[in-house]
């Protein structure tokens, strides 16, 4: 019998652009169709990759979320300016720039389907987990310095940032978005005002 080589049929290369091609291609499709569209199938359709390709490198559509997450969608492990409302507007604007990018109703459609899928609590959990401690940083950072006089105040000023920002582009209505996104920055700088003023900020 004929030896065999250990160095033939090697396959195909790996194209080095098909990470980016279909985080492109995923992040579309969850925004645009949620978890329940959310198909190997129809990502390798959108982005024109095999679906053997794909699954090589994400053995399921939970391990190829996980990754879209913090690849497209809004990702950040810490803020720290020495300011305490200088982090806020900076973390203001990472969600502000997520939320009105193209990939904007992703994370929307993520908390929405936390609730009643857990395949996307267990893609999505170590995501959140990195954003909360990044919160968290800012606000225990924000009582070492005397800024806010608690954890308890410290917390409910991240959320009232990140939860006025949410409701604000979310719901805003199609005729009114121009308008809304042109006082962006107006609007950014009076939430993060009126969540220091809420707490009781000492700034």
């Not at 160095?7 to 329940?36: C, F, Q, T």
Request: hydrophobic share 40%; glycine share 8%.
């Amino acid at each position: 019998m004929a030896a065999t080589s250990t160095g033939a049929r090697r396959g195909r290369p790996r194209d080095p652009e098909i990470e980016d091609r279909v985080y492109d291609a995923a992040a579309e499709l969850y925004s645009k169709a949620g978890w329940s569209g959310f198909r190997i199938d129809a990502v390798a359709r959108q982005c024109g990759v095999g679906k053997d390709a794909i699954y090589r490198r994400w053995p399921n559509r939970v391990a190829l979320l996980a990754q879209v997450l913090t690849a497209r969608s809004l990702y950040f492990e810490d803020i720290d300016t020495g300011d305490t409302r200088a982090d806020l507007e900076a973390m203001a604007d990472l969600y502000i720039a997520h939320l009105t990018g193209p990939y904007g109703n992703m994370l929307h459609q993520v908390l929405v389907d936390r609730l009643h899928h857990a395949e996307v609590r267990e893609a999505s959990d170590d995501y959140y987990r990195v954003l909360v401690q990044a919160g968290r940083r800012i606000g225990r950072r924000a009582v070492r310095r005397g800024d806010v006089p608690d954890s308890a105040a410290a917390t409910l000023m991240i959320d009232l940032v990140i939860g006025g920002i949410q409701n604000h582009i979310v719901t805003t209505p199609r005729e009114l978005r121009p308008r809304m996104r042109s006082r962006l920055p107006q609007f950014r700088t009076a939430l993060v005002q009126a969540a220091l003023a809420g707490v009781g900020a000492r700034l």
